[in-house]
């Protein structure tokens, strides 16, 4: 969405601070009205702006990791709670269920490791929670995941973004085609290994 691109999104960082930067990631995490907002531009953004001296990088960290846990969380308690009647909800203004049925497809190819897999991909990331507690995963196993990819996902983008700053002056003006970037190349794992699963049953 426009308000979430470019210049928009520097002035929405620097309009909601800290707390708002945690709610973003929060509802983007676990969430399933969440799927729409922001998640790896708000991270390279944030860092960008951190390098800038706008937010400090330490509390920034914090702040993301924690909400992207926190948020993974929450979605894994819905998913356990609510079950199979997410699956045969109707669609609404703020509810798909293909959504949720990708997420499906991809926790089922890739198990447990969709957790961390997920985090660098849009609207899977927000659902493969919720699908993790649906699917009843071990609680255990998913806070290992939930933790690692959170850590994950927290210091490559957002160090990306304060980093590559940087180096390169004015990336920021570009921010939509470095994240396309990442997503492309976070999910070239998960597509060589679906491709190379599809060439072997033939």
């Not at 919720?130 to 850590?151: D, P, Q, R, S």
């Amino acid at each position: 969405m426009d308000w979430f691109s470019g210049e928009n999104l520097i002035e929405l960082i620097k309009a909601v601070g800290y707390l708002g930067v945690f709610g973003i990631v929060f509802a983007e995490s676990g969430l399933f009205i969440g799927f729409f907002l922001p998640g790896d531009s708000l991270l390279f953004t944030a860092g960008v702006l951190a390098s800038q001296g706008y937010l400090n990088i330490g509390a920034l960290l914090v702040i993301i990791f924690v909400g992207a846990v926190l948020g993974d969380n929450f979605g894994y308690a819905f998913g356990k709670t609510v079950g199979p009647k997410l699956f045969r909800r109707e669609n609404s203004l703020l509810f798909h269920k293909k959504n949720l049925i990708r997420a499906q497809k991809f926790y089922d190819q890739y198990g447990p490791a969709t957790i961390i897999l997920a985090r660098f991909i849009p609207v899977i990331r927000t659902f493969a929670p919720i699908v993790a507690g649906v699917g009843t995963m071990n609680y255990k196993i998913f806070v290992f995941y939930n933790i690692f990819g959170g850590l994950i996902w927290t210091l490559s983008l957002t160090l990306a973004g304060y980093y590559l700053v940087k180096i390169i002056p004015g990336i920021e003006d570009y921010i939509h085609w470095v994240v396309i970037g990442i997503i492309i190349l976070s999910v070239i794992p998960a597509v060589w290994h679906l491709l190379k699963e599809r060439l072997v049953k033939k």
